[in-house]
């Protein structure tokens, strides 16, 4: 059962009074919405309503629907306590593990949502976000929430408060028609005006048409922060306004006496004492018995805060928050402006080289420091061009095209602006950037939608061959984007099929010769070609099907060991290579120890092998939480490929690691390398300091072999020993554990 507010009926009456419910889309309630959710990277956004049965949507982005029942609502629970709520994984939280929405396929498995207050302690719905996948909510996005509910909370109560004022206008339009020159009534109408008018900030006014006399509310003299009873004519009207307001008021009015009609204009005035400020003016006319107009009357209130609400949240709408660059959505409207112009332009897409260090050596403080800087700098190069922030450390840069050398020259100028040194609180840092660049020189009609994807190929390309560097899209680079979809489409039709495989290379001491353990490999059996990771690549670089594929590998590996301890056969241990993305599913740890305790395998027996990318990848904390849970379970944590980064020393301070797997390439000079063997040397001296085990990958010589033994490294697979097999290959005997080196 849901919680459900002590003040449910007082709630109810409010929400009822409020005539929210079931009224039609606004564009500041909208705005706000799809705002949020680009702002938290969320599908889906909300400001929600409750009645007694329904949680209606005011608001809604990400969602084809308009409300639920009530009982499925995760908003009673903010709205009943008045407090924030929190669900990092609904399948994991009791109070909604069951609800539909969480069970159906790609259903809610994170909220939070703040409550909003018609009035104190009256709390009518919430402003919500909502995910299909597991997050976190750091008190820095909780806080942003809370100040955006406050923007939501304001937009309600100036909807009550607009409804409530109208139906006080209905009613003092019907009382007076009704009661007509009936004095005792006519106060009770006055005063019930007033007390309208100063909720609304709004003041009545009449002019006798016969005599050109103006009649004022005392609200109406404060508005214009006059003296009531102060004298008011034509020419103190005038000095209210600027020449080109009072010009459109005079217009107006003339047009309205013209045909004795009623008129409504929204006006820039100020104050007896210069405040500026926004009215809207509404006015009617009453008619003679023979026809002739005698008086106008009508309301001017005082939408100064409305405007300016709607100017914050158009601000919103469009722009970054952090930087106060234009965003995404502003970024493709102007596009399309001046692709209505007929004119070239150019799109630079950029992508920070370095940004996450910032992050990890510093803190985020550090990191929206920098970002600030370098949208500061990005809008120093040309008054012309349109700079956005598109991602985290994303960038765009949007200009009119002129010709290849001048948007080189301009990009050119970017990567040395952004390349400068950054000063932060004492601490300097340098980021590099890659740029890709299209345009639409000679192509008039081109989509704006397809300069984007162009430009992000052509940054693509800029990372892939380097960083720090500029790319032109060319047609090649649609290609192959083509070629990739492709060929990921056939990798996860060959995962399906169970065409993917593990094969197993066996792992030897030095010392003795003896197998201490195996490294499982990724083949694909595609047909009747064996294909290695270098052909499926492409695969492995994609986050799903690298995500399914890295299921695969410990799925098999695990049933393939445990098939092995039971048959008795002693082969140490299997080595598991992982992915970055795998560390991303907060369940790994659990479900990785509760795979191996059912196979019957002890946690020694398995071993994780990670590399420099999975180091440096953007979930490096949860890779590194995670490893220091496995290794004090007694799963061995090994780092592949060492030596060929340049951040390999100094992760292995932080990192939790037991072994350290010298690159073949390394290898493969030993024997007439002097400088190859100094740096073999080096690793296994520091790794003799660090109490780490030593891997040599790639071993195919005797000579590398004795060299390796003489230089103190520990262990060694490669083609002298075995090259990967499969495992109904690996041992000649099931029960013994011989290795055929021929194979």
């Not at 609904?90 to 069970?103: G, I």
């Not at 307001?245 to 107006?252: C, D, I, K, V």
């Not at 370098?374 to 040309?382: D, F, H, N, P, T």
Request: glycine content about 6%.
């Amino acid at each position: 059962m849901y919680p459900v507010p002590p003040n449910e009926e007082i709630r109810l009456r409010h929400v009822f009074e409020s005539g929210i419910m079931d009224s039609g889309f606004e564009a500041q309630f909208d705005a706000l919405v799809t705002h949020v959710s680009e702002m938290f990277n969320v599908p889906v956004s909300l400001i929600t309503i409750l009645d007694q049965n329904r949680q209606w949507f005011k608001a809604v982005h990400g969602l084809d629907m308009r409300e639920t029942r009530r009982e499925t609502a995760f908003c009673n629970y903010p709205v009943a306590t008045g407090h924030s709520l929190v669900v990092e994984d609904a399948t994991k939280d009791p109070r909604f593990s069951a609800n539909p929405f969480v069970q159906q396929d790609n259903g809610i498995r994170s909220y939070a949502g703040v409550p909003l207050a018609l009035e104190p302690g009256i709390h009518v719905g919430t402003l919500c976000v909502l995910d299909t996948k597991p997050r976190r909510f750091s008190p820095t996005a909780l806080r942003m929430l809370d100040r955006l509910g406050q923007v939501a909370e304001a937009l309600i109560k100036q909807f009550a408060q607009a409804r409530k004022l109208n139906l006080v206008l209905d009613e003092l339009h019907l009382k007076s028609r009704l009661l007509g020159h009936q004095n005792s009534e006519l106060l009770f109408k006055q005063r019930l005006l007033e007390d309208a008018c100063r909720l609304a900030n709004m003041g009545a006014w009449e002019r006798d048409l016969t005599t050109g006399q103006y009649r004022w509310s005392d609200t109406l003299y404060a508005i214009h922060a006059l003296d009531p009873g102060s004298d008011i004519t034509d020419e103190t009207l005038r000095r209210f306004y600027s020449d080109s307001e009072w010009s459109r008021l005079e217009e107006t009015v003339k047009r309205a006496h013209s045909d004795n009609s009623p008129y409504d204009i929204e006006l820039a005035f100020q104050t007896a004492r210069g405040e500026p400020r926004h009215a809207r003016i509404c006015s009617a006319v009453e008619m003679g018995h023979d026809g002739v107009a005698i008086r106008r009357f009508g309301l001017k209130q005082d939408i100064t805060a409305d405007k300016e609400i709607r100017a914050r949240l158009r601000i919103l709408a469009e722009h970054d928050l952090l930087t106060g660059l234009v965003n995404r959505a502003t970024l493709l409207a102007r596009m399309e402006e001046l692709r209505s112009t007929d004119r070239p332009i150019c799109l630079m897409m950029l992508d920070l080289d370095g940004f996450k260090d910032v992050n990890d050596t510093a803190g985020h403080i550090a990191g929206d420091a920098c970002l600030r800087e370098i949208g500061r700098r990005l809008q120093s190069m040309s008054a012309e061009a349109c700079i956005a922030r598109v991602g985290g450390d994303e960038f765009a840069v949007l200009l009119p095209a002129t010709d290849a050398l001048h948007m080189e020259a301009l990009a050119v100028w970017i990567l040395k602006k952004i390349s400068e040194p950054f000063l932060w609180e004492e601490q300097g840092f340098q980021l590099g950037v890659s740029i890709g660049i299209s345009h639409s020189l000679n192509r008039p009609a081109v989509d704006p939608a397809d300069l984007l994807t162009e430009a992000d190929l052509a940054l693509y390309a800029a990372k892939g061959n380097g960083r720090n560097r500029l790319q032109f899209y060319a047609e090649a680079l649609l290609s192959q984007a083509m070629q990739k979809v492709k060929t990921i489409g056939r990798i996860r039709a060959a995962l399906k099929k169970g065409e993917f495989l593990l094969h197993y290379q066996p792992k030897f001491r030095l010392s003795d010769q003896k197998l201490v353990g195996l490294e499982a490999l990724l083949r694909w059996q595609d047909g009747g070609v064996l294909r290695g990771p270098s052909e499926f690549r492409v695969g492995l670089d994609d986050t799903i099907v690298s995500t399914e594929i890295g299921s695969f590998v410990l799925d098999e590996g695990l049933r393939q060991a445990g098939e092995w301890f039971r048959s008795g056969i002693e082969f140490g241990h299997v080595a598991l290579n992982m992915s970055p993305q795998q560390f991303q599913d907060e369940t790994l740890v659990d479900e990785l120890l509760g795979k191996i305790s059912a196979h019957g395998l002890a946690p020694h027996h398995i071993q994780l092998e990670i590399t420099e990318e999975t180091v440096l990848s953007r979930s490096a904390d949860e890779v590194r939480a995670a490893c220091a849970r496995l290794r004090q379970e007694g799963v061995l944590i090994a780092f592949d490929d060492f030596g060929t980064g340049f951040a390999s020393l100094t992760h292995l301070i932080s990192f939790p690691v037991d072994i350290i797997k010298i690159d073949r390439s390394f290898i493969g000079s030993l024997a007439r390398d002097a400088r190859a063997r100094s740096i073999v040397a080096s690793i296994v001296g520091l790794a003799r300091n660090l109490d780490l085990a030593v891997v040599a990958e790639g071993v195919e010589t005797t000579d590398q072999s004795e060299l390796l033994l003489a230089m103190g490294c520990d262990i060694a697979q490669g083609y002298l020993y075995s090259p990967a097999v499969s495992a109904r290959d690996l041992f000649e005997r099931p029960a013994g554990c011989t290795m055929n080196k021929d194979r």
